[in-house]
């Protein structure tokens, strides 16, 4: 029957196509290459301007083997150490002048030498307010001027506008551009660098500024592999927009000869693979396509781990990483929108022993987080306040709190109220979460079926990311959920998030904690430069703070690191971004 | 014919304009802020690192020309309009209507002026690049799987559908409506994970890569297109698997369907009765006959190609535009987001037209002629 025939013939075509699929999967080479090493990382990067915004963790990543700083952060001591300069900054008495000497063998991919002007170049234009990188710009505020020694034309000195413990980390971030490739013309040169901090600063008044501005800020500049250059042992030799990202080591690289682990360059190519999804990096390591990787799920690496040719094949740890959830208390609620539930330090201490932390702990990462009890992570062993005890699970602790703050069931409805201002309040109030993340669901809905043991209504307010940073910026919340990351090396200033007047301006101290004395110690330990003085400081404040409970801190998510054994040094570290590609060596065989 | 399509052609421009406009104000009335949302585009900063000032965050605005009233006019009280001379406040005037025109000083006029006299979408908020060149390196691979999967879909599913059709309560009816059923209601995300974990996994299967749609160490982009071809294939089996079988469940049982209808006409018994071959009652009086809702799906063939899937290509790790799209409606890349929007609408439009013109081709007693 013709009917038959037509079937017949699309079900060829068909099956000839899936012929077609396999011919092709038989040329799938396995990572046979062998000095190719392959990772992968969750997204791809917006950018590669060396400048401009917007900075991701891909392009972080991708900076550490094409871009170099003066200074960095020693992977394996959590220590300063020199890149480009010949030691660690010299400090002047007064603590705002950071003297510096650079290394006279470091060259640009064009031959030139590395020069001080190069450092005042990249300082320069990354503070000018013409430039597109508001993200970063905010971090170099304390930099007065960059002052070249007129005796060696390899020494010179950053002058900082006040004292402050980060003054001396300042070059550890900033990825140092060659001021002959996009500055030939000197435009720059007719401004210095405190006119750019000046607050009537008008570019349009310097010649051909905007103009040059214009072309520097263009988004091209981040995506033209030719364009991107920096003193890094590899160049971005292939980029496939979501795909993949190909860096390839140069030949005649300044630092052939150099013995820092920082200037090794074993793999001849580093292949970053854009994989968003976990079940499919899962796969990835099982089928040996990934030489290494830092972003497997807690579920996914303990599968791994229970899997023989896995452990035949894959090195894997797991590492403390600057990275932790917490629940923001709203302790300023206006009593209009928002009644006052949260002004009582007890009520919000009851709340602490309502959220069944160790719990979250198992159900949300296998048990793998670490808990705090403070802002500062146990990892920072100098500055951690061990003396604070964790607050544990505890529903007959928190309902004695809650009463003797006033909060009684009158009703008999399960739920707890109160007089307040003439008006009966119930204790019933949102909690404001990142709707994007499921994981956030399950925090809530765990908290939630807690609470209402001790009489106290929780109601899931899933909100978009952005609405989410919008309505905590201006105070518009009860509770709230996020996580919070840093540096992994010292401690964030805490101004941020815990001075008084980051709350009444609607900075970034959202939960409105803070007092003349906690003001105070924030202040005194901003501007410590000695460690050991700071670390007290810090500790002190960390009492208060666990005191007051405008914050309840959960647990830190560790990062699970896997590397292929075909290499030697298999490092796993603490601080981004977890591995060092650039030192993985080849085992011979 | 022709007049008709002339004059479809010219009905798009009011249409695109209204869909260019609803695009827009949903974009940018959507709660979230674009430059608040880039201030904190590092995925690193945390609330509390988020050391920005309102300053900031002004000039930011003003760059991106988000300062400028959103539209031609806006209309507010004239007690709003007089806030700053507080001293003249009395309560009549929240009652008074004041209309204020921006003459082309909004930013619905910049940015349609830039696409129809530069043919410039914007540039990326994320991406610092023009929308244009964003589209275009990710659209090749969306339009490249939908299209495969649509021809897949429609080559499977009629014969299918037809054949159901034709032996309407048979062990084949039967058997093919549960599983068209089944697949029907499985999950996208759920059958691209199985895919994975059954055939892409060295635990099961290994056939297929894991993620993708091409291999880094090895690929050459100067090789010819059929070499290239080859190479891709099998990364994209999987993917194109996971498009096609909720389309191949449904378009089955729109044919199966229509086909039944038209198998139960008085023509078609007159055919069987004159004698004609079964092929040609089935594929020339039944086929064509039962096309309609047929149609009527192929016009969401264009728009859908062009917005791939979000899901299908975060799992597979597909560089298609769906992918492009939930970044862009993740970072509040409004130029991106309204651009999409707007292509999207056309491509809607181009649809409906290639479809109505489908109609007329399919059954001749459908004429668009005035006579």
């Keep these: 029957m013709k009917t038959r025939g037509h079937f017949s013939l699309l079900f060829f075509s068909f099956i000839c196509l899936v012929i077609i699929c396999f011919s092709g999967c038989k040329n799938i080479p396995s990572n046979d290459k062998s000095s190719i090493l392959v990772t992968s990382w969750k997204s791809d990067a ?16 991708i900076f550490e083997y094409t871009q170099k700083t003066l200074t960095r952060t020693d992977l394996r001591t959590l220590q300063q150490i020199p890149l480009l300069v010949k030691g660690l900054a010299e400090v002047s008495a007064d603590g705002k002048e950071f003297s510096y000497e650079l290394r006279n063998d470091i060259k640009w991919d064009d031959g030139s030498p590395f020069t001080v002007d190069d450092v005042i170049f990249t300082m320069k234009v990354t503070k000018c307010p013409m430039t597109n990188d508001a993200n970063v710009r905010s971090t170099y505020d304390k930099v007065k001027d960059i002052i070249k020694d007129p005796s060696n034309p390899l020494k010179f000195k950053m002058v900082a506008k006040e004292v402050y413990y980060l003054n001396k980390y300042i070059f550890n971030e900033l ?58 042992a590899y160049a971005v030799t292939d980029w496939k927009t979501g795909t993949y990202i190909t860096l390839t080591r140069k030949n005649n690289w300044w630092g052939e000869n150099d013995t820092s682990a920082y200037s090794r360059a074993y793999p001849s190519q580093i292949v970053i693979k854009v994989i968003p999804d976990d079940q499919a990096r899962y796969l990835a390591i099982l089928n040996h396509s990934i030489d290494a990787d830092v972003w497997l799920f807690t579920a996914s690496y303990l599968k791994l781990k229970n899997n023989k040719d896995f452990t035949e094949h894959y090195y894997d740890g797991i590492r403390d990483q600057a990275l932790f959830n917490l629940v923001y208390i709203n302790t300023k609620q206006d009593g209009k929108e928002r009644p006052k539930l949260f002004d009582d330090k007890n009520v919000r201490r009851a709340m602490a022993y309502l959220i069944p932390v160790d719990e979250l702990n198992t159900t949300m990462v296998k048990g793998m987080g670490t808990r705090q009890a403070s802002f500062i992570q146990p990892m920072f062993k100098k500055y951690y306040n061990d003396s604070l005890k964790l607050i544990p699970f505890d529903i007959e602790k928190a309902k004695e709190l809650l009463t003797k703050a006033g909060w009684l069931d009158t009703d008999g409805d399960n739920i707890r109220d109160k007089m307040i201002d003439g008006k009966k309040v119930k204790f019933s109030f949102l909690f404001t979460y990142n709707g994007a993340d499921p994981a956030n669901k399950e925090y809530a809905l765990v908290i939630k079926d807690a609470m209402y043991k001790a009489g106290v209504e929780l109601i899931p307010d899933p909100v978009d990311l952005s609405l989410l940073q919008q309505k905590a910026g201006k105070h518009d919340f009860d509770m709230l959920i996020a996580g919070q990351s840093g540096s992994g090396s010292v401690p964030d200033d805490p101004e941020q998030g815990f001075d008084s007047k980051n709350w009444s301006n609607d900075g970034s101290n959202i939960t409105g904690f803070g007092n003349a004395e906690s003001d105070r110690i924030i202040e005194l330990s901003n501007q410590a430069v000695d460690e050991n003085k700071r670390a007290d400081l810090l500790k002190k404040l960390q009492a208060i703070v666990y005191d007051e409970q405008p914050i309840i801190y959960l647990y830190g998510i560790k990062r699970k690191v896997v590397i292929s054994k075909k290499y030697e040094n298999p490092g796993m570290f603490t601080e981004r971004p977890g591995v060092m590609l650039n030192n993985l060596k080849l085992k011979q065989k | 014919m022709l007049s008709y399509i002339i004059r479809r052609v010219i009905l798009f421009i009011p249409t695109l304009i209204i869909i260019s406009f609803l695009a827009f104000g949903i974009s940018v009335l959507a709660p979230g802020d674009p430059v608040e949302r880039l201030l904190n585009a590092s995925e690193n900063a945390g609330i509390q690192n988020k050391a920005h000032q309102a300053s900031l965050i002004q000039k930011k605005r003003h760059e991106l020309g988000l300062d400028l009233p959103l539209f031609y006019f806006s209309i507010s009280t004239l007690a709003e309009s007089n806030k700053s001379n507080l001293s003249s406040y009395q309560a009549w005037k929240n009652y008074i209507p004041v209309i204020h025109y921006y003459a082309g000083h909004n930013q619905y006029h910049h940015w349609l002026y830039n696409i129809i006299f530069r043919g410039s979408f914007g540039i990326s908020y994320q991406t610092q690049l023009p929308v244009v060149r964003e589209i275009k390196a990710r659209l090749p691979w969306s339009l490249a799987l939908s299209f495969i999967s649509f021809l897949l879909a429609f080559g499977i599913s009629i014969p299918i559908g037809m054949y159901a059709a034709r032996y309407k309560g048979r062990f084949f009816d039967k058997a093919s409506s549960l599983l068209l059923f089944l697949l029907y209601a499985l999950p996208n995300f759920l059958v691209a994970t199985l895919l994975l974990v059954f055939f892409a996994n060295p635990q099961f299967l290994n056939w297929f890569p894991e993620s993708g749609v091409q291999d880094a160490l090895n690929f050459n982009e100067d090789w010819p297109f059929l070499t290239k071809l080859v190479h891709w294939a099998p990364y994209l089996v999987l993917p194109i698997i996971t498009y096609t079988y909720g389309a191949i469940a449904l378009l089955s049982r729109q044919m199966r369907a229509g086909a039944v209808e038209i198998f139960d006409n008085e023509y078609i018994k007159t055919a069987r009765a004159k004698g004609l071959p079964e092929g040609k009652i089935l594929w020339k009086h039944v086929f064509r006959n039962a096309l309609m809702p047929i149609i009527t799906l192929f016009a969401n063939i264009f728009p859908t190609a062009f917005v791939g899937s979000i899901i299908i290509e975060t799992i597979f790790a597909l560089p298609g535009m769906g992918r492009e799209i939930y970044e862009a409606i993740l970072n509040y890349d409004y130029p991106v987001i309204v651009a999409v929007f707007t292509i999207f609408g056309f491509l809607t439009l181009v649809g409906y037209l290639v479809a109505d013109i489908l109609y007329a081709v399919a059954d001749p007693r459908i004429s668009y002629s005035k006579s």
């Design chain 1, 175 to 232: 990825y140092l551009v060659e001021k002959k490739h996009w500055d030939s013309a000197g435009v720059l040169d007719n401004i210095s660098i405190p006119e750019m901090d000046l607050p009537q600063f008008d570019g349009n008044k310097y010649k051909g500024l905007a103009e040059w501005m214009k072309g520097f800020n263009d988004g091209a500049n981040g995506h033209d592999v030719k364009k991107l250059c920096g003193l890094g």
């Design chain 1, 46 to 61: 917006a950018t590669l301007h060396p400048v401009c915004d917007p900075p991701n963790s891909a392009r972080l990543l």
